[in-house]
């Protein structure tokens, strides 16, 4: 814990504790920990001087932050404009089939989390998704299959 | 930069210019390997690798020059690799072809066929400018992206770079670089096409003391990375465009608002930043004239409005993105309650074009009240899909059919959406449409950032219309009741009609609900977003009413209206479509026609997608008839 802290507070001292970093500031954090666990909100409040629930206020606003742990490996699949009329539906179906879990959820063992997303802006390779830092254009069942494999 | 010196003096500017320019040789061969998203999807990340081995196996890395660049525009074919100064236009590159471009091209002056565009006539085209998907385009803005390193403020600068931005602060008072965007008739790029020039006059004008100019690089409209395109490929000329709106309006200080899922774009800008601060370029007194200007880059945590002008001031804030109410302009009260001027990425890369080439240049470009060129995201169901800079006034035939190449499995074309979530659809009767902003204004669409997004036969307007309203119903920051109500009203009338239990009186009511938040939402979301619904009405009434009087949808897309069937006298009975299907629910014997049992089918569309395109068995038919087509397929194969 005090080690997730000092990284926290490496965090906000690269951008200040002034309250206008605090949404650069929760972006590094769920960056590095890839969601955004309460302890931290709290130290953030104390350290910004900010009361939690502006915080909580911000965090459920934005799209990226999480308020849940997310897994090991992140899996979006677009369901923007270009994607949508390409099959994005289908290409959905197909990597919650693979992970068998739904858009929104993190798989038990906290290895997936499949989430939806509105535009990964590479839209001319419609339907894709993006594996971690991999983007993957109209990947077949088996293409998913062997990338979730390859994820550790 | 090998060597960084301050510039001090715009002389000192210019000494530097003419190092560059004269250290280089306009007839050395350069490799330019794209490293926008589609080609990254493509691998081309290995490609560049390969390049960096072979040209160093090959005793070539002093002789040509191999750069990592943005987007070329014809993302479908990527990975694209350019090799100058010929031009020669490699497309779908893998990282097996490289040697062999190393030994033929490079090394022997050949070209590798294979690796060419094939026309029509099946005939190779070497050049890029020859290819129809470039041939028809004007890049004015985009056009440098194969020819810069995102990296280097040399290839920039050896391009033109910022010599826009010394002339202005060197011979021009702010008040003539405001004359001269508003006498170009150069317009907002991001969203309504606001005239800029008069934007910049309005922020320039209250007194204040501080006052900030703005690049929106939010793109929040699902299908458009124009933005992204010029942010990753040439930073430095929205980075030149923001200083020399800074100098004008008298700002001294710029934010870049970016959205954090462009992670390249991100680091390529603060890259650039860093390097002009070393140069100079950026800091206090640049070049000795007095100006002083810093920017700040801003990541955007993901939300559609936080891209309206006041919400992303609030953003920058550190606070929730929320749109105020538009009596007071950000023009006046803005970030901080200061002055500012938010314009979008491509509105502020045409500014140092503007100032380098003249009003009178600009406005030679385009239509009576639509100057310059415009970016588009070509995309969709449609053969070319990238990134394409179009003359304002070109037709929708042409940028479709003569630059995309039309449509997709050469299926029929039906509709194309442009303008995103506040836009409209446009029918095949308006093809020949003039593309600017007044012309599809009056279609009932909106130019938006440049998203085009071409659908086929196999779309519903219904389905598709949902979409949108589904789209602006989690993006809505709920402040204001009529967006936040309507919204969802409009979305329960259209979820009923894709399920197949709309009522008779459906199509009044969008209508009165859409006057209703037109008139009364807050910001451009809540009052735009009835657009997408009320533009498929107009031009395709007939699907609207088949879906609610008829139970059937003409797209075959809703699954609550449409079922699956094998016409048996199409049917060679190849079994691709008993392969794919997830639940078993085809059956037939090798050769024999299969079918379909609707009891069990789940109607995921594989079927229909795996059928030979050149057989097209799988049809699909209203759900209401599925009882009796069911037996009679059964009777028929009986017979
Ligand atoms: C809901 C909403 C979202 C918007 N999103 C964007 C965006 O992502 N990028 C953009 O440039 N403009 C966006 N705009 C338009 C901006 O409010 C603003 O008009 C524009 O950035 C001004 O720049 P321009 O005049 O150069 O187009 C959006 C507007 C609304 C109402
Ligand atoms: S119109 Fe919609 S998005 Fe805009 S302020 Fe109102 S609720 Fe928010
Ligand atoms: S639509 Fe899907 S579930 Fe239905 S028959 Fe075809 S493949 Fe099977
Ligand atoms: S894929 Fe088409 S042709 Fe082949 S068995 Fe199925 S319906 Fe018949
Ligand atoms: S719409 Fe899917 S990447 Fe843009
Ligand atoms: S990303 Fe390479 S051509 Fe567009």
């Avoid at chain 1, 990226?64 to 959905?92: D, N, Q």
């Avoid at chain 2, 006046?332 to 003249?358: D, F, H, M, Q, Y």
């Amino acid at each position: 814990m005090l080690g997730r802290l000092a990284a926290v507070d490496k965090i906000i001292e690269a951008h200040g504790s002034d309250r206008e970093g605090l949404i650069q500031i929760l972006l590094d954090i769920q960056r590095e920990f890839r969601w955004l666990p309460k302890e931290i909100l709290e130290h953030v409040s104390k350290r910004l001087d900010v009361p939690i629930n502006y915080i909580y206020n911000l965090t459920t606003f934005y799209a990226h932050f999480s308020l849940v742990p997310k897994g090991r490996h992140s899996m979006h699949v677009c369901m923007g404009t270009a994607c949508h009329v390409r099959g994005a539906e289908r290409l959905l179906d197909r990597t919650s089939q693979v992970l068998g879990i739904k858009p929104g959820q993190t798989s038990r063992d906290e290895k997936f989390s499949l989430d939806t997303v509105n535009c990964l802006g590479a839209c001319a390779l419609g339907p894709v998704m993006i594996a971690d830092d991999e983007y993957l254009s109209n990947p077949t069942l088996e293409d998913i299959r062997r990338k979730a494999d390859s994820c550790e | 930069m090998s060597e960084i010196i301050k510039l001090s003096s715009p002389s000192d500017f210019e000494s530097l210019r003419e190092k560059i320019i004269k250290g280089r040789d306009p007839n050395r061969t350069a490799v330019a390997v794209c490293s926008g998203p589609g080609c990254l999807a493509y691998a081309s990340g290995k490609v560049f690798k390969r390049f960096e081995e072979a040209l160093s196996a090959a005793g070539l890395e002093g002789e040509v020059t191999l750069a990592q660049t943005g987007c070329h525009g014809f993302c479908e074919r990527g990975p694209s690799v350019v090799i100058l100064p010929d031009e020669i236009c490699y497309l779908r590159v893998s990282p097996e072809d490289v040697n062999e471009i190393v030994e033929t091209t490079l090394k022997n002056g050949a070209v590798v066929e294979r690796l060419l565009y094939k026309g029509e006539d099946g005939l190779p085209i070497q050049k890029e400018s020859d290819i129809p998907f470039y041939k028809y385009q004007q890049k004015v803005v985009f056009g440098d992206n194969k020819r810069i390193d995102p990296r280097s403020i040399e290839d920039y600068i050896a391009r033109g770079g910022y010599t826009a931005l010394v002339k202005a602060i060197t011979t021009m008072t702010p008040e003539a670089v405001i004359a001269e965007v508003k006498d170009s008739g150069l317009r907002g790029r991001g969203g309504g096409g606001f005239p800029a020039g008069a934007k910049w006059e309005a922020t320039a004008k209250p007194p204040a003391d501080t006052r900030y100019v703005i690049v929106n690089a939010d793109e929040g409209d699902p299908g458009a990375y124009m933005d992204r395109g010029i942010l990753e490929g040439n930073p430095h000329s929205v980075i030149e465009g923001l200083m020399i709106g800074g100098y004008a309006i008298g700002a001294n200080e710029g934010y870049i608002y970016v959205r954090q899922e462009y992670p390249l774009a991100i680091d390529n800008v603060l890259y650039a930043l860093d390097v002009l601060r070393e140069l100079g370029l950026l800091g206090e007194n640049i070049l000795g004239t007095g100006f002083s200007f810093d920017i700040i880059v801003h990541k955007g945590a993901g939300a559609f409005v936080s891209g309206e002008s006041s919400a992303l001031m609030s953003a920058i804030e550190g606070r929730v993105g929320e749109p105020r109410p538009k009596y007071i302009r950000t023009s006046i009260s803005g970030l901080r309650g200061k002055p500012s001027c938010l314009n979008n990425v491509e509105t502020w890369a045409n500014v140092p074009l503007i100032i380098n080439k003249g009003a009178n240049w600009f406005k030679s470009i385009g239509t009576e009240g639509s100057k310059g060129t415009k970016i588009f995201s070509l995309v969709g169901n449609v053969k070319n899909t990238g990134l394409v800079e179009v003359p304002m006034g070109m037709t929708l035939r042409q940028i479709i059919f003569d630059i995309g190449g039309g449509i997709r499995d050469d299926k029929e074309f039906k509709a194309v959406q442009t303008g995103g979530p506040s836009g409209g659809v446009i029918p095949e009767e308006m093809l020949d449409l003039h593309v600017d902003y007044d012309e599809l204004y009056s279609a009932g669409s909106m130019m938006g950032s440049g998203g085009m997004i071409v659908m086929d036969k196999d779309t519903c307007m219904v389905n598709v219309a949902k979409y949108f309203l589904e789209f602006l119903s989690d993006e809505s920051c709920g402040k204001c009741v009529p967006c936040r109500d309507g919204i969802d009203q409009l979305l329960e009338v259209l979820r009923r009609m894709t399920a197949g239990t709309a009522r008779p009186d459906d199509l009044d009511l969008i209508e009165d609900i859409s006057v209703m938040m037109k008139e009364c939402a807050l910001c451009g979301l809540g009052q735009s977003a009835p657009n997408p619904v009320l533009s498929s009405i107009k031009y395709f009434k007939d699907e609207y009413v088949a879906h609610i009087n008829d139970k059937s949808c003409p797209g075959g897309v809703c699954k609550a209206l449409i079922a699956y069937t094998i016409d048996v006298e199409k049917c060679i009975g190849c079994g691709k479509c008993m392969k794919v299907c997830p639940v078993n629910a085809i059956s037939g014997d090798k050769k024999k026609p299969h079918k379909v049992n609707n009891a069990l089918c789940v109607k995921c569309d594989s079927c229909y997608q795996e059928c030979p395109s050149k057989v097209q068995a799988v049809t699909k038919i209203r759900q209401a008839d599925v009882i009796t087509a069911f037996a009679t397929s059964e009777e028929a194969a009986n017979e």
